[in-house]
């Protein structure tokens, strides 16, 4: 059995990971045209179900290298106003645990982990164009470049606006969220150091502003230092025998966004970049605290960038083909919590379960792809749902609102003020914080 993967992101080298250590035959093509191209930085929290997919598909000095290569772990969830007031700090679980534990992974990092080893198995610089089946149960992918390659089954793995869904499932829609956002990077310096306080340094801050703004900041600080040499000796063997760092540039940063209803930016502000962004999010942020608003007049305008957050909107189960889909192929959801990249490698997991049984004989490859689309549909779309739920990601919430925003408001803040001094209110949270993502464990 050939497996095509479309799309090398988290989901689609996770899979092609498990693939080549079960010894299936799989390559996978990306269409940027180096491992050193799309190194984006931001923050990705891996909760215990994603650490238990990359455990299971990952070599296991691999694994190793993934939990050496993550930021520290953050130590309290913070809840903040924009004036930087405390209306909740919340103790977090430590980080020691490798897989049942919440970790701070710099995407751009995690790549490099995810292509290390692969240079058998990537593709880069392939653009899809489409594909075709055929009568013989194989299927054959068409590249921009005019090359091709065939195999028993294609993988969609190539995020939200994916050109193979786009053929094989043409009435599943992608929908605006009604969500604009901006994002910043600000590297960690000690001017950055002094603006925040000990327990914003460490920890998870979620800002819940006035006149309809919710903010999210995270400091994320690695084992490396701004030259990429370890801080601590005992990281020098690993971090010294891992070639991956040396593609990377990420180095402690901060991240700090905002983000709105649509009407609460310019008309326009997607389309803006570098310093005309940053000068946007200094406009709609002109009532919040000067520490804050230091961050995003120091941080990296090349780093910057909007997003207009999208969600999917679930279909019926389809008939089964040689065809599937992963991650935000298939169910783009907004981005709280992390819930899209831990989605992604629940499916991941799954799917490399059912090719491995079917490569073995021990299931026909239709079977195994129609054991994997019944509980993968129904899952990623109820994740799908609950990330509308989330801190605001979906533009109809009533904290934006001109009529309900200040109630919503003053009702957010005072839910986590009492939770963060209720134990059983903050044990409930806890657990829900840990188990959200995850729902049912991959293994």
């Known amino acids: 059995m050939r497996v095509m993967i479309i799309g090398g992101g988290t989901g689609g080298m996770c899979l092609a990971h498990g693939l080549k250590r079960a010894g299936v035959e799989v390559a996978v093509y990306e269409r940027y045209g180096s491992r050193s191209d799309g190194l984006y930085g931001y923050r990705v929290g891996i909760d215990p179900t994603g650490n238990r997919a990359l455990k299971q598909c990952l070599p296991p000095e691999l694994f190793d290298t993934f939990v050496a290569t993550c930021a520290r772990g953050p130590r309290h969830f913070n809840v903040l106003t924009q004036s930087m007031h405390a209306t909740a700090s919340i103790p977090l679980r430590d980080d020691s645990d490798e897989v049942n534990s919440e970790r701070s992974v710099s995407r751009s990092t995690l790549r490099q982990v995810l292509f290390t080893g692969m240079e058998d198995v990537v593709r880069f610089g392939k653009e899809f164009t489409h594909y075709e089946q055929h009568e013989d149960g194989t299927v054959t992918a068409y590249f921009a470049d005019g090359t091709t390659d065939t195999g028993d089954v294609l993988i969609a793995a190539d995020g939200t606006r994916s050109k193979v869904r786009e053929q094989y499932l043409p009435h599943a829609q992608i929908k605006d969220a009604g969500i604009t956002s901006i994002a910043t990077k600000t590297a960690l310096t000690p001017e950055i150091r002094a603006l925040l306080t000990d327990e ?147 499916d991941a997991a799954l799917l490399c379960r059912e090719l491995v049984a079917a490569a073995h004989g021990e299931k026909s490859l239709l079977s195994a792809l129609a054991d994997y689309e019944a509980e993968m549909i129904p899952y990623g779309f109820a994740r799908v749902a609950d990330s509308l739920d989330n801190n605001g990601t979906s533009g109809d919430d009533p904290l934006y609102k001109p009529g309900t925003g200040r109630l919503a408001l003053f009702a957010a803040r005072t839910y986590f003020s009492l939770t963060s001094k209720i134990p059983a209110l903050r044990r409930k949270f806890l657990e829900d914080l840990y188990t959200y993502r995850g729902a049912e464990d991959p293994a």
């Open 200 to 346: 914003m340094l460490n920890g998870i801050n979620l800002i819940f502003a006035t006149k309809g703004l919710i903010g999210m900041l995270h400091v994320m600080e690695f084992k490396w230092d701004a030259d990429g040499n370890p801080k601590n000796p005992a990281d020098a063997a690993l971090l010294d025998s891992w070639n991956g760092l040396q593609f990377d540039n990420t180095r402690d940063y901060v991240n700090l966004s905002v983000w709105s209803s649509h009407d609460h930016f310019p008309e326009g502000t997607v389309d803006q970049r570098g310093t005309e962004l940053i000068a946007t999010a200094l406009e709609v942020t002109r009532n919040w605290h000067p520490n804050l608003r230091r961050i995003f007049e120091l941080s990296d305008p090349e780093a910057a960038f909007p997003l207009r957050i999208s969600t999917s909107v679930p279909v019926e189960p389809w008939k089964t083909t040689n065809i599937t889909l992963l991650g935000d192929a298939i169910h783009t959801m907004t981005p709280g919590q992390g819930v899209g990249a831990n989605t992604a490698l629940r």
